[in-house]
């Protein structure tokens, strides 16, 4: 039988690329309704899939289909005409154009095909609507950027071709998945026939592709710059995309040449008022909600009851896409669309109003949602909604915050990141709050210290998070004294829990509990319930961290029956956490288990980052105690989260623990590997192993060394100081895989390191390796004549913390050696550690005699041959001491304030005792560069007092009286100009720092330089 329809559908001459799910749901689409819409935006591939479409269906319509182009159309009036000449309809003069299809269909089964209805929709939706109740066998397929808005439409939004996982690694492998990538290799090859994707390129074709929204329209302009440009180029260029997209095929319509004229096309069909809220909207970066939309939206005669109106007719109109997916629906541009969007805005100079409005609701959003997520008002859902809320508005409070800047709002900066410290910690976004909050601080100098002293604290607590100990601390101090001046007891007592955290996380116990001791009698007095429970918290971590189970035990079912009384969520997984670890160390390990279980699924319900992580380790280790194969899994995903939050402290830690797992399972190379990782980090940031991990870490390191023996245990270790987590995550993963057998140089005899190997047989009274160097002062190094003692040499860090703890001490006992260096250890275990450590260390040393033992102690042989940094300053500054008269110091002094070249064992990861000896040395270091600019200054010596003096303040830009001293200096050397200046930054420095004016004596000095009163 003949079809209705002679003509045929439009041949294209590139294949149709990937679409299969779409083009299967638009034809089983058809077969269910007679008006299928697809819409979407400019570019996006209506017309290609419902060519596709209509070609795959063709057989299903005896009469034929039947392929109508409107775009090339601009009136309403002969829609009908068209569509007539197309079928072939005769012509009949005088008949209405439509009824005179509608005759000629008649009970045909046929398809017509609409393509590109949007500017004349009122026209084709009439149309539509009267050939369907005419003719019963007849569907059309329309495309068109707007639905018709015709009964029984049915719309099918078309999407952007579909983009690689965010988190798939960039590799061509594994993006060939996805339709935008391969659309875009496809449409390069059209103009490059060589173009492949490759590993090496891959990363800018994503980079290409999720910058267009995996547009095709978009793609194929961008691919056609091929031509000129490499990949990289085209990426960096598409920040001006409507520069870089023309120059489109000239057999495509016009409005497909450039992609502005794509987008005009659109912007002309719509009416003033739908340009207004479509311009402003422009404003808003990762889509945004109605009531946003109504406070920026609003405005130019549109009051916020109009917005929700307008943004359906956008949404209808394919320029804004709806996302119901939430609790509340999202609306977004695409970002090509937006981009778009903000040319218009700026054309109509609204973008200072508009980017205004916007900060404005950032302000009130935060001001809103914060104070909930403090104190457990919200609970489990209430929690979970509220940091969701502000999730999903996060690009948007940057932008925000990036207008605040630009535009000198330094008070609405403060008052949008200053409280966003709890959002922050729980849903892990350390790093960048972090820099909001700093920004914030820097640039609000005069704001009010309610505003300052919040941001100051939520920085230094992030700080803390992220192991940056020093900064974290100069932040809090500084909030610290604020919320003194202010009486804000919450904030007291919060300030001194972030102080007693950083105490805890460098081992420094007895502080820490000292100041969350203090947090706790502050929140008391106060009468601060949530303070109250987190004080208890607090100290039951230091406590268990220091092994001291049963106190853990008391703090921490405080915190979690008040935190259960509170309803604060965080709290009670804390508690949770701590008292499963408790469990888990005392063998309680069903109790720890349904702890740890409760805690992990609650952290899990509100995505609270850390708290996930822990529980992971502290089920992965329960795992692993109950010879669990599913351990190492628990704790590489720990690791993964502790990672990415960039928490090094407990990255260490989980390192540590896989170490573990590994040499049990045979993976004694894996786990010196990893143990050595750990170790480079615990110096980088400079943090001890806490005793309550302390024996298992032991334990570990010797296994490893036994297993494989000193010489391939040095050379993994070796490794481990080079690798990067990547590297060691990667291997973990491969392992998982496949766990190899033992390396082979544990079959082998254990050897000495080779530094050590290298040289003559030890003799007790001589120093057979060459006089030993020992540097202390800065990082620090031990030298056997000329070759380095390296990490190799060590095996581990103890060894070498030993050596230091000799030389800085006289003799010692083996139990004050114990409380140095393992303070969770005593009787058997005590001695095992220190034997093993010592072995290893006159091992490194290549000499035994350097170590002494005598009358019951042990002491660092200062008879041999040798040269200490630390010893050359102790004995200089005795010497400046006894001198007279006083002048006669000077020398001594210069001796000493050479040798000290930095902090004591800088960089190194080392306990308590060597942080106490740290700060008395520095002291004595500051106090000698003062005594030595004050006796150049006594012999009317100012330039070499200056030299002093400014060391003194590199050394400590918070010691006043060397600013002051430099100052007096300058201005005897005839640069008063200098001293002034130095005045104001000084000023400026303890403003920032600490909060606080300069002392009334360097005021008084200015004030003489300057002529003040
Ligand atoms: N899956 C695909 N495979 C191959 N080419 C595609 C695909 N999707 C889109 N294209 C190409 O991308 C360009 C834009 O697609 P198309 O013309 O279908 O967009 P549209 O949504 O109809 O745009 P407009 O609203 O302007 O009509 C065209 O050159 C088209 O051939
Ligand atoms: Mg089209």
């Known amino acids: 039988?003949?079809?209705?329809?002679?003509?045929?559908?439009?041949?294209?001459?590139?294949?149709?690329?990937?679409?299969?799910?779409?083009?299967?749901?638009?034809?089983?689409?058809?077969?269910?309704?007679?008006?299928?819409?697809?819409?979407?935006?400019?570019?996006?591939?209506?017309?290609?899939?419902?060519?596709?479409?209509?070609?795959?269906?063709?057989?299903?319509?005896?009469?034929?289909?039947?392929?109508?182009?409107?775009?090339?159309?601009?009136?309403?009036?002969?829609?009908?005409?068209?569509?007539?000449?197309?079928?072939?309809?005769?012509?009949?003069?005088?008949?209405?154009?439509?009824?005179?299809?509608?005759?000629?269909?008649?009970?045909?089964?046929?398809?017509?095909?609409?393509?590109?209805?949007?500017?004349?929709?009122?026209?084709?939706?009439?149309?539509?609507?009267?050939?369907?109740?005419?003719?019963?066998?007849?569907?059309?397929?329309?495309?068109?950027?707007?639905?018709?808005?015709?009964?029984?439409?049915?719309?099918?939004?078309?999407?952007?071709?579909?983009?690689?996982?965010?988190?798939?690694?960039?590799?061509?492998?594994?993006?060939?998945?996805?339709?935008?990538?391969?659309?875009?290799?496809?449409?390069?090859?059209?103009?490059?026939?060589?173009?492949?994707?490759?590993?090496?390129?891959?990363?800018?074709?994503?980079?290409?592709?999720?910058?267009?929204?995996?547009?095709?329209?978009?793609?194929?302009?961008?691919?056609?710059?091929?031509?000129?440009?490499?990949?990289?180029?085209?990426?960096?260029?598409?920040?001006?995309?409507?520069?870089?997209?023309?120059?489109?095929?000239?057999?495509?319509?016009?409005?497909?040449?450039?992609?502005?004229?794509?987008?005009?096309?659109?912007?002309?069909?719509?009416?003033?008022?739908?340009?207004?809220?479509?311009?402003?909207?422009?404003?808003?970066?990762?889509?945004?909600?109605?009531?946003?939309?109504?406070?920026?939206?609003?405005?130019?005669?549109?009051?916020?009851?109009?917005?929700?109106?307008?943004?359906?007719?956008?949404?209808?109109?394919?320029?804004?896409?709806?996302?119901?997916?939430?609790?509340?629906?999202?609306?977004?541009?695409?970002?090509?669309?937006?981009?778009?969007?903000?040319?218009?805005?700026?054309?109509?100079?609204?973008?200072?109003?508009?980017?205004?409005?916007?900060?404005?609701?950032?302000?009130?959003?935060?001001?809103?949602?914060?104070?909930?997520?403090?104190?457990?008002?919200?609970?489990?859902?209430?929690?979970?909604?509220?940091?969701?809320?502000?999730?999903?508005?996060?690009?948007?409070?940057?932008?925000?915050?990036?207008?605040?800047?630009?535009?000198?709002?330094?008070?609405?900066?403060?008052?949008?990141?200053?409280?966003?410290?709890?959002?922050?910690?729980?849903?892990?976004?350390?790093?960048?709050?972090?820099?909001?909050?700093?920004?914030?601080?820097?640039?609000?100098?005069?704001?009010?210290?309610?505003?300052?002293?919040?941001?100051?604290?939520?920085?230094?607590?992030?700080?803390?998070?992220?192991?940056?100990?020093?900064?974290?601390?100069?932040?809090?101090?500084?909030?610290?004294?604020?919320?003194?001046?202010?009486?804000?007891?919450?904030?007291?007592?919060?300030?001194?829990?972030?102080?007693?955290?950083?105490?805890?996380?460098?081992?420094?116990?007895?502080?820490?509990?000292?100041?969350?001791?203090?947090?706790?009698?502050?929140?008391?007095?106060?009468?601060?319930?949530?303070?109250?429970?987190s004080a208890h918290g607090y100290l039951g971590f230091a406590c268990w961290l220091q092994a001291e189970f049963e106190r853990a035990t008391q703090e921490c079912t405080i915190a979690l029956r008040m935190f259960r009384e509170l309803g604060d969520v965080e709290g009670i997984a804390w508690s949770l956490l701590s008292l499963g670890t408790v469990a888990r160390y005392q063998g309680a390990r069903e109790q720890a288990a349904a702890l740890l279980q409760e805690s992990r699924s609650l952290a899990e319900r509100i995505g609270f980052r850390e708290g996930i992580a822990w529980s992971l380790e502290q089920l992965g280790l329960l795992a692993a105690d109950q010879g669990d194969r599913s351990a190492a899994a628990l704790l590489r995903n720990s690791l993964q989260i502790h990672h990415d939050l960039r928490d090094r402290w407990r990255t260490c830690s989980v390192l540590e623990d896989l170490a573990a797992t590994a040499l049990e399972q045979g993976g004694a190379h894996q786990a010196a590997r990893l143990l050595a990782a750990a170790e480079a980090m615990r110096v980088t940031i400079g943090t001890v192993i806490a005793p309550c991990e302390s024996a298992q870490h032991t334990v570990t390191v010797t296994g490893a060394r036994a297993a494989l023996g000193d010489e391939a245990f040095a050379a993994a270790w070796q490794q481990g100081l080079q690798a990067t987590i990547d590297d060691l995550q990667a291997d973990l993963a491969g392992q998982a895989a496949a766990r190899p057998d033992r390396p082979a140089a544990h079959r082998g005899s254990p050897r000495r390191p080779a530094a050590a190997a290298a040289k003559q047989e030890p003799g007790p009274s001589a120093a057979p390796g060459g006089a030993l160097r020992i540097r202390a002062l800065g990082a620090a190094t031990v030298h056997r004549g000329d070759a380095a003692v390296t990490a190799a040499d060590w095996g581990y860090a103890k060894p070498r913390e030993l050596l230091f703890l000799l030389v800085a001490s006289p003799p010692m006992t083996k139990d004050q050696l114990g409380d140095a260096l393992w303070p969770d250890l005593s009787g058997q275990r005590l001695g095992n550690a220190l034997h093993t450590a010592l072995r290893t260390l006159r091992h490194a040393l290549g000499d035994p005699g350097w170590i002494v033992y005598s009358d019951g102690r042990y002491r660092f042989n200062t008879e041999q041959e040798h040269e200490c940094d630390l010893e050359t300053f102790e004995q200089a500054l005795a010497a400046a001491r006894a001198a007279r008269p006083a002048a006669a110091a000077l020398p001594h002094l210069q001796r000493a304030v050479t040798a000290y070249r930095g902090d004591f064992l800088a960089g190194l990861a080392v306990g308590e005792w060597a942080r106490a000896r740290r700060d008395e040395l520095a002291r004595s270091f500051e106090s000698a560069l003062l005594a030595v600019g004050r006796l150049h200054a006594a012999a009317d010596r100012y330039q070499p007092a200056a030299a002093a003096f400014r060391r003194a303040v590199a050394h400590e830009p918070l010691n006043e009286t060397a600013h002051r001293e430099l100052m007096n200096s300058w201005v005897h050397l005839g640069e008063t100009a200098r001293a002034v200046r130095h005045y104001r930054e000084l000023a400026e420095l303890l403003q920032e720092q600490v909060g606080v004016p300069p002392a009334a004596e360097t005021t008084a000095l200015y004030r003489r330089l300057t002529g003040g009163p």
């Open 1 to 533: 039988m003949p079809s209705l329809v002679t003509g045929r559908l439009p041949v294209r001459l590139t294949p149709l690329v990937g679409r299969q799910r779409e083009l299967q749901d638009v034809v089983d689409s058809l077969s269910g309704t007679r008006l299928l819409t697809l819409t979407g935006p400019g570019g996006i591939g209506k017309t290609r899939l419902a060519l596709t479409a209509a070609g795959a269906v063709s057989a299903c319509y005896p009469g034929g289909v039947c392929w109508v182009d409107l775009a090339p159309l601009d009136d309403p009036g002969i829609v009908a005409e068209v569509i007539a000449r197309r079928l072939g309809v005769p012509d009949s003069p005088g008949q209405d154009a439509a009824a005179a299809i509608a005759d000629h269909v008649g009970d045909w089964s046929m398809l017509i095909v609409l393509d590109n209805c949007e500017h004349l929709a009122y026209a084709v939706a009439d149309l539509a609507e009267q050939l369907l109740g005419a003719c019963p066998a007849l569907s059309i397929l329309a495309t068109s950027r707007e639905v018709l808005g015709v009964d029984g439409e049915r719309s099918w939004p078309v999407p952007p071709l579909s983009l690689p996982d965010a988190g798939a690694p960039a590799a061509a492998a594994a993006l060939a998945e996805s339709d935008a990538v391969r659309f875009f290799e496809h449409r390069v090859q059209l103009v490059l026939p060589s173009f492949r994707l490759a590993d090496d390129n891959a990363a800018a074709v994503v980079q290409v592709c999720r910058r267009l929204d995996g547009l095709p329209l978009a793609i194929e302009l961008a691919a056609a710059q091929m031509r000129v440009l490499t990949v990289g180029q085209l990426a960096e260029r598409l920040d001006d995309m409507f520069t870089v997209l023309v120059g489109g095929a000239r057999t495509a319509p016009r409005r497909h040449q450039a992609l502005r004229a794509t987008l005009d096309w659109s912007h002309d069909l719509l009416d003033e008022d739908e340009r207004v809220v479509f311009r402003r909207l422009a404003v808003f970066c990762g889509g945004f909600v109605l009531t946003a939309a109504e406070q920026v939206a609003a405005g130019c005669g549109i009051g916020p009851q109009r917005v929700l109106e307008l943004l359906v007719r956008l949404a209808d109109k394919s320029l804004l896409r709806v996302d119901r997916g939430g609790s509340d629906a999202r609306y977004q541009l695409l970002s090509i669309v937006r981009e778009y969007a903000l040319e218009r805005l700026a054309e109509a100079s609204e973008e200072k109003t508009a980017r205004g409005a916007l900060l404005w609701w950032a302000v009130g959003l935060v001001e809103e949602v914060a104070p909930r997520l403090e104190g457990g008002r919200a609970g489990v859902l209430g929690l979970e909604r509220e940091l969701d809320r502000l999730d999903a508005e996060m690009s948007n409070l940057r932008v925000a915050l990036e207008f605040a800047r630009g535009s000198g709002e330094v008070d609405a900066a403060l008052r949008i990141a200053g409280p966003l410290g709890r959002f922050a910690y729980l849903r892990g976004h350390y790093h960048e709050i972090r820099q909001w909050m700093d920004d914030a601080v820097v640039a609000g100098t005069g704001a009010p210290a309610v505003l300052r002293a919040k941001a100051l604290l939520g920085s230094g607590r992030l700080a803390l998070l992220q192991c940056d100990y020093l900064p974290a601390v100069r932040r809090v101090e500084a909030a610290l004294r604020q919320y003194r001046e202010l009486g804000d007891a919450r904030g007291v007592a919060s300030a001194l829990q972030v102080l007693g955290s950083v105490a805890r996380e460098q081992g420094r116990y007895a502080r820490a509990m000292l100041l969350h001791g203090e947090s706790l009698s502050v929140a008391e007095a106060a009468d601060d319930q949530w303070a109250v429970a």
